[in-house]
């Protein structure tokens, strides 16, 4: 077996080297720290018998061709937050790297079925707010009108940093090419949350990634002074706002997985001598199941009713974006099953909360699935994030045995 998760290790410690300062990872998408950080993977694939793409969305393939045309894709991002971690994206991507190279050497360059690698351009979205940006046009699902206008906080548009870096933004659909002979997708991520770690395993197997509901809610009620308006004759938005902030935690607490985060407030007039006359609010619910997540938006629209009612208050709902859950392929979550359980013991199944590149595979209809390792402290997106070397070794070993499975499973 020539699979060398220290390689993967010492690989990641390299790129940390080369692309974060003193307050964390900065290879933020379409910038020049981002380039050179693919420009450095390039140095990686040197030698290895592989051909190398950018698709038109700026995607980057690297293709070991096979007996078969039948594709085993592996994926990851090489792009970071700003001040972001160290794992985040890149284990995912240098672990398939590492896999690639053990499916070379094993069958002298010329596996039974084609491997590529992708690196996905865009997943954080942290400079244009516009997540997964990269693997949507893959997908066939990117929306480039309302894409090409968003600006950055130096107001750079979208369409002139992605054109900057070589890929103008009308051709991105053509990036839907890449899914030819595409017979399955997998990724490894860190969990980024503390399930893992608080259940004392190493890895997971990702069932999916849940569905999210996202809307701005608003109360209207009536400014009036704070000193002359008797506390029974006020119509104060922010005290119905503040049941609902309290009220999502019961309809989360009914589900096991669900989540309702109220985020934001923001309270008009905003003095402190003023009941609140309006306050804008914003409302995420995640689930993986879509009834559930139904359910929880519904329950949460009757309960603002009665709210806005208690309190003498009108409510008012926008959605601001939505996607259905997206389990992962039945077939595939149980290879990832036996990975995680021969290299690790037991495999415990968890839903994403946060949404991958993984996910829009999926939405494209190509069989996907997701193994998580476990964050320390369930942090990232910090340059604190970190994960035990040991648990990443066994990272990179399960993503190959899921791999090899996969890989079989395609060819049968
Ligand atoms: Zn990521």
């Given at each position: 077996?020539?699979?060398?998760?220290?390689?993967?290790?010492?690989?990641?410690?390299?790129?940390?080297?080369?692309?974060?300062?003193?307050?964390?990872?900065?290879?933020?998408?379409?910038?020049?720290?981002?380039?050179q950080?693919?420009?450095?993977?390039?140095?990686?694939?040197?030698?290895?018998?592989v051909?190398?793409?950018y698709?038109a969305?700026?995607?980057?393939?690297?293709?070991?061709?096979?007996a078969?045309?039948?594709?085993?894709?592996?994926g990851?991002?090489?792009?970071?937050?700003?001040?972001?971690?160290?794992?985040?994206?890149?284990l995912?991507?240098?672990?398939?790297?590492?896999?690639?190279?053990?499916?070379?050497?094993e069958?002298?360059?010329?596996?039974?079925?084609t491997?590529?690698l992708?690196?996905?351009?865009?997943?954080?979205?942290?400079?244009?707010?516009r997540?997964?940006l990269?693997?949507?046009?893959?997908?066939?699902?990117?929306?480039?009108?309302?894409?090409?206008?968003?600006?950055?906080?130096?107001?750079?548009r979208?369409?002139?940093?992605?054109?900057?870096?070589?890929?103008?933004?009308?051709?991105?659909?053509?990036?839907?090419?890449?899914?030819?002979?595409?017979?399955?997708?997998?990724?490894?991520?860190i969990?980024?949350?503390?399930?893992?770690?608080?259940?004392?395993?190493?890895?997971?197997?990702?069932?999916?990634?849940?569905?999210?509901?996202?809307?701005?809610?608003?109360?209207?009620?009536?400014?009036?002074?704070s000193?002359?308006?008797?506390m029974?004759?006020r119509?104060?938005?922010?005290?119905a706002?503040?049941?609902?902030?309290?009220?999502?935690?019961?309809?989360?607490?009914?589900?096991k997985?669900?989540?309702?985060?109220?985020?934001?407030?923001?309270?008009?007039?905003?003095?402190?001598?003023?009941v609140?006359?309006?306050?804008?609010?914003?409302?995420?619910?995640?689930d993986l199941?879509a009834?559930?997540l139904?359910?929880?938006y519904?329950?949460?629209?009757?309960?603002?009713?009665?709210?806005?009612?208690?309190?003498?208050?009108?409510?008012?709902?926008?959605?601001?974006?939505?996607?259905?859950?997206?389990?992962?392929?039945?077939?595939?979550?149980?290879?990832?099953?036996e990975?995680?359980?021969?290299?690790?013991?037991?495999?415990?199944?968890?839903?994403?909360?946060?949404?991958?590149?993984?996910?829009?595979?999926?939405?494209?209809?190509i069989?996907?699935?997701?193994?998580?390792?476990q964050?320390?402290?369930?942090?990232?997106?910090?340059?604190?994030?970190?994960?035990?070397?040991e648990?990443?070794?066994?990272?990179?070993?399960?993503?190959?045995?899921l791999?090899?499975?996969?890989?079989r499973?395609?060819?049968?």
């Amino acid at each position: 077996m020539s699979l060398y998760p220290e390689r993967t290790i010492a690989e990641l410690k390299e790129l940390r080297e080369l692309t974060a300062d003193g307050n964390g990872a900065q290879r933020v998408a379409w910038t020049d720290t981002w380039l050179q950080a693919r420009e450095w993977f390039q140095s990686k694939i040197k030698g290895l018998p592989v051909k190398h793409h950018y698709d038109a969305a700026g995607n980057s393939w690297t293709t070991l061709a096979g007996a078969s045309e039948r594709t085993l894709i592996i994926g990851g991002h090489l792009d970071s937050v700003p001040n972001g971690g160290w794992l985040d994206g890149c284990l995912d991507f240098l672990a398939g790297l590492e896999v690639l190279r053990r499916f070379s050497e094993e069958y002298a360059g010329r596996p039974p079925l084609t491997i590529r690698l992708v690196d996905w351009a865009d997943e954080e979205g942290a400079r244009f707010g516009r997540s997964l940006l990269g693997s949507s046009a893959f997908a066939g699902t990117s929306s480039i009108a309302a894409d090409r206008v968003r600006t950055d906080r130096d107001g750079i548009r979208l369409e002139d940093a992605v054109a900057r870096c070589g890929f103008p933004i009308d051709r991105f659909p053509d990036a839907t090419r890449e899914q030819k002979n595409a017979a399955a997708y997998i990724e490894l991520h860190i969990e980024q949350g503390p399930v893992l770690e608080s259940m004392e395993l190493p890895l997971g197997v990702v069932l999916g990634t849940k569905g999210v509901e996202r809307h701005a809610i608003t109360f209207f009620g009536q400014e009036a002074h704070s000193g002359s308006t008797p506390m029974n004759a006020r119509h104060d938005a922010l005290a119905a706002a503040a049941k609902l902030a309290l009220e999502i935690r019961t309809i989360a607490g009914k589900h096991k997985d669900a989540v309702c985060t109220m985020g934001s407030v923001k309270t008009f007039p905003g003095i402190v001598t003023a009941v609140v006359g309006r306050c804008e609010t914003t409302l995420d619910q995640r689930d993986l199941d879509a009834g559930i997540l139904a359910g929880m938006y519904r329950e949460a629209q009757e309960a603002s009713q009665r709210f806005a009612r208690e309190e003498k208050c009108t409510v008012e709902w926008s959605r601001i974006w939505s996607i259905e859950p997206i389990a992962f392929h039945p077939a595939l979550l149980g290879f990832c099953e036996e990975a995680v359980r021969e290299v690790a013991g037991t495999a415990h199944g968890l839903p994403s909360g946060p949404l991958h590149d993984a996910a829009e595979v999926a939405r494209a209809g190509i069989p996907t699935v997701m193994m998580f390792v476990q964050s320390l402290r369930g942090i990232s997106h910090n340059k604190i994030e970190d994960t035990r070397e040991e648990h990443l070794a066994m990272a990179v070993q399960a993503l190959d045995r899921l791999a090899s499975k996969t890989a079989r499973w395609i060819l049968a």
